[in-house]
């Protein structure tokens, strides 16, 4: 096509069709006997629109009726002969070069022909150099790995660090294979598996519950669909680990059911988990010391501390020493949480807020109650004196002292 200042003279598209593109001769007797017609065709009809660049309107793979994937495949193949170079992968931008009588052929080994282009069809549109190529020969001749295996290690090396990592860092991992014994194609798979295996969050809930197997096919399936379906991170599930630990055998189950239930308070960031975390052992450890003040010496269970949260939370909610309060009444029952359930709700329902209104509660039910069945024996509190001292002012951590010392 020719330019000048005030004019455009170019070739008519019919008339650019009629013209003709050179190929070397070289090329149909050094490369095209080993190359398929896909792949001839792609390489004929690119070197036609570097030739004439307006024939490139239309893309290569419409006008020879091809996938994409198969134009890319036939340039990484042609990249690997040394014919062309890919510049870009996306979009796909490729520079042809100069066909020389050997370009590939005398710089590769004949025997490693057929390793270099399996090794530049993994790596493109990268492409080692000769000297590159070296180090990557030293890998099988010093080092004894298979050329299936040297492939299997580059894939590795660039799935750790980037498309663009350094030969060197391939080679020491060569290196470490090697000291390993790790030098066949089944070797270097079972050790990338048991690799991908290590570094895996459901690995990292194991060892948090100090469980030193590998996980189950099923537990990792499950771990990921809780960081892809529920946006939960590594350290958030960890976050929840804790909680399941204290039941004895912790499970995968489990830990699902409870990141389900913080999924649906839309509680995901490893932040809120550990609020929600230090809210949860507040309410088991008042829990706790409800139990105590009641006489009962088991633990109470995660259903017993939900009922007990019930009464707690809201702007309607009892005060602590008030249910404390009640907890130590119930101490005589005969099932004791059902009585202080009963208490609770009756003093939510009646605006029960202060110690004072609460003695004064229990006063009126126990007048009420001798009316009705006669004189009853009063029981002496160890704690709370409810025909004497206030404990409005009694502070919360001298009861859990107290607590401890009593358990």
Request: charged letters at 30%; a negative charge; aromatic letters at 10%.
């Amino acid at each position: 096509m020719l330019y000048s200042q005030h004019m455009n003279i170019h070739f008519s598209p019919e008339a650019q069709k009629r013209e003709q593109t050179p190929v070397d001769n070289l090329f149909f007797s050094e490369f095209m006997p080993d190359a398929d017609g896909e792949c001839v065709k792609v390489y004929l009809y690119g070197l036609m629109q570097c030739r004439f660049p307006s024939m490139g309107d239309i893309g290569i793979a419409e006008a020879l009726n091809l996938p994409e994937g198969a134009v890319r495949s036939a340039f990484v193949y042609w990249q690997s002969k040394g014919l062309v170079r890919i510049l870009k992968d996306e979009p796909l931008e490729v520079e042809y070069l100069t066909v020389e009588q050997p370009a590939v052929t005398t710089a590769v080994p004949m025997k490693y022909q057929a390793f270099v282009r399996a090794l530049n069809e993994l790596i493109a549109p990268r492409r080692f150099n000769m000297n590159e190529l070296g180090h990557i020969y030293d890998c099988i001749e010093t080092f004894h790995l298979e050329e299936k295996t040297v492939l299997e290690l580059v894939s590795h090396c660039m799935e750790e660090k980037g498309r663009n990592v350094r030969v060197q860092y391939i080679v020491t991992v060569a290196k470490s294979w090697a000291d390993a014994g790790i030098v066949t194609y089944q070797q270097a798979r079972e050790y990338i598996a048991n690799a991908t295996v290590r570094r895996h969050g459901a690995t990292m809930v194991l060892r948090r519950w100090n469980k030193r197997r590998s996980p189950t096919l099923d537990e990792m399936a499950m771990y990921d669909s809780w960081v892809k379906d529920w946006g939960f991170d590594d350290e958030a599930i960890l976050a929840v680990c804790p909680r399941l630990t204290n039941t004895g055998s912790p499970s995968f189950e489990a830990l699902g059911d409870r990141l389900r239930e913080l999924y649906e308070q839309n509680k995901v960031k490893a932040e809120d988990i550990q609020a929600d975390n230090e809210a949860v052992s507040d309410e088991r450890e008042f829990a706790r010391m409800v139990f105590a003040r009641m006489g009962k010496v088991s633990m109470p269970t995660k259903d017993e501390i939900r009922q007990l949260s019930v009464f707690l939370d809201g702007p309607d909610g009892l005060p602590r020493e008030v249910v404390l309060l009640a907890a130590e009444e119930c101490a005589d029952a005969e099932r004791p949480f059902g009585k202080l359930k009963a208490i609770l709700k009756d003093w939510s329902e009646r605006k029960v807020r202060t110690v004072e209104e609460a003695q004064k509660a229990l006063s009126e039910r126990q007048t009420a109650y001798a009316k009705s069945y006669g004189p009853k024996k009063q029981k002496k509190n160890s704690f709370f004196n409810y025909s004497g001292a206030s404990v409005a002012h009694v502070d919360l951590k001298d009861i859990e002292l107290t607590l401890d010392d009593e358990l």
